[in-house]
């Protein structure tokens, strides 16, 4: 049986299908969305986990719609990289690239952008907006990529209560400082320390993640 491909987001099936690549980094991202989420090249691998890491995006699709436009005599056809869908509404269209290569390939480039926005410009709270490696690798990456293993590991609903009764008794603590109060155990240190990452991956514990996360970061609830 041979199955069509859509040309526009629907039940969070792909436009385009990323075919394997042995000479680039393909994949997809184990996310905790049901989505389709596909990746070509390491920085899209990246924002892709920037993107479920995002609290605040309820929906994401990497190759998402597929805008057809005519440019240089002949029909053409460009797929962003990622949909993405906020809690407020709001709709992004991205493709991610290198900033070499958008200059690089700008004369290609930019035909495709033009019509991708153009067609966005008619639709409520969408828009078209490019991401380079300036605005995905970033102590918010790091971060990300470490938290979010820990946000839906199992844990002792107990030591969650008892990290966020030790931080609201401070107006800002430390991680370090949590858990040495939390137990003089080390074992039960580890443990407390599992629970503090699911916290902070969750946002039940809050920190400034644009910046390195370390054991002697400020946090607070």
């Known amino acids: 049986m041979t199955m069509t491909k859509p040309t526009i987001l629907n039940d969070n099936f792909p436009a385009r299908i990323i075919p394997r690549n042995h000479r680039t980094v393909t994949g997809f991202i184990h996310g905790n969305s049901s989505t389709y989420s596909g990746f070509e ?67 290609i480039l930019k035909p495709k952008f033009k019509a991708a926005i153009k067609e966005l410009s008619t639709e409520e709270n969408t828009r078209f907006k490019i991401w380079t490696e300036k605005e995905i690798r970033s102590p918010l990456l790091k971060n990300a990529t470490f938290l979010l293993p820990y946000r839906h590991r199992s844990f002792e609903n107990y030591q969650l209560e008892m990290i966020k009764k030790v931080v609201s008794r401070f107006n800002e603590t430390t991680p370090e400082d949590v858990i040495r109060i939390c137990s003089s155990s080390l074992e039960a240190r580890a443990e407390f320390l599992n629970t503090l990452w699911y916290a902070l991956s969750n946002q039940i514990i809050k920190a400034d993640l644009t910046r390195p996360l370390t054991m002697n970061s400020s946090i607070w609830i």
């Open 41 to 107: 090249s390491s920085l899209e691998r990246d924002a892709l986990i920037l993107t479920e890491f995002n609290l605040s995006i309820v929906n994401h699709l990497a190759q998402p719609r597929t805008f057809e436009y005519f440019y240089d005599n002949k029909n053409r056809k460009y797929t962003p990289d990622i949909f993405i869908e906020y809690s407020n509404g709001k709709k992004l269209y991205v493709e991610v690239k290198y900033r070499d290569d958008i200059r690089k390939d700008w004369a």
